[in-house]
């Protein structure tokens, strides 16, 4: 088959769902008019984009906090700046198993009919794989301020990197959840 017989194979085949999809009436949001297995299939696509995202990141990471303890300055560490540097090794391992484990599950359970769970499940670790994530970065800046910024500076620094993390990984979602609940409560009224 060549490629252009290819590239009209699939444009047919977008155009026959796009039919499809106008058959059941435009949609003006994510949701509205979609069947319960395009919902599940449009949340799975959503969580892989997210698990791409942060997979990359925390593996870099890791890998980087990996080699910190083969370089000469590292037995110039303190007790507490090795305690520092052996938990945020410890959240990052837990924070890439965390942000993984998606991939195994749904290979595992691949063609098991079970989608719903799979999707819902992923979502869960994902949430405490960012947690993990955020507390790694955390670590690793309270780590290395430490190494570069006298006294307290470091943990002050460090400690409202993590609570801009917070307000922008955590308190904002779930106000904009909020809010747009209010909205859909509205709308019904």
């Given at each position: 088959m060549t490629t252009t017989q290819r590239n009209a194979g699939q444009e047919d085949e977008n155009t026959a769902l796009g039919a499809q999809r106008e058959d059941r009436g435009a949609r003006t949001d994510a949701g509205e008019d979609e069947s319960p297995q395009e919902r599940v299939?449009?949340?799975?696509?959503?969580?892989?984009?997210?698990?791409?995202?942060?997979?990359?990141?925390?593996?870099?990471?890791?890998?980087?906090?990996?080699?910190?303890?083969?370089?000469?300055?590292?037995?110039?560490?303190?007790?507490?700046?090795?305690?520092?540097?052996?938990?945020?090794?410890?959240?990052g391992a837990a924070a890439t198993g965390t942000l993984i484990a998606p991939v195994s599950?749904?290979?595992?359970?691949?063609?098991?009919?079970?989608?719903?769970?799979?999707?819902?499940?992923?979502?869960?670790?994902?949430?405490?794989?960012?947690?993990?994530?955020?507390?790694?970065?955390?670590?690793t800046l309270l780590l290395i301020l430490r190494f570069v910024v006298p006294g307290v500076f470091a943990e002050i620094l460090a400690g409202g990197v993590m609570v801009w993390f917070g307000l922008c990984w955590y308190v904002l979602p779930l106000y904009l959840r909020r809010r747009g609940e209010q909205r859909s409560r509205t709308k019904s009224a």
């Open positions: 299939n449009r949340r799975w696509n959503e969580i892989l984009q997210e698990t791409r995202v942060t997979q990359t990141g925390v593996q870099i990471l890791f890998g980087f906090l990996l080699s910190v303890a083969f370089t000469p300055l590292f037995r110039e560490l303190e007790t507490l700046d090795r305690a520092i540097y052996v938990t945020t090794v410890v959240l599950i749904h290979r595992f359970l691949s063609g098991q009919r079970m989608k719903d769970e799979v999707v819902e499940t992923a979502g869960r670790l994902m949430m405490c794989g960012m947690v993990l994530l955020a507390l790694t970065i955390g670590c």
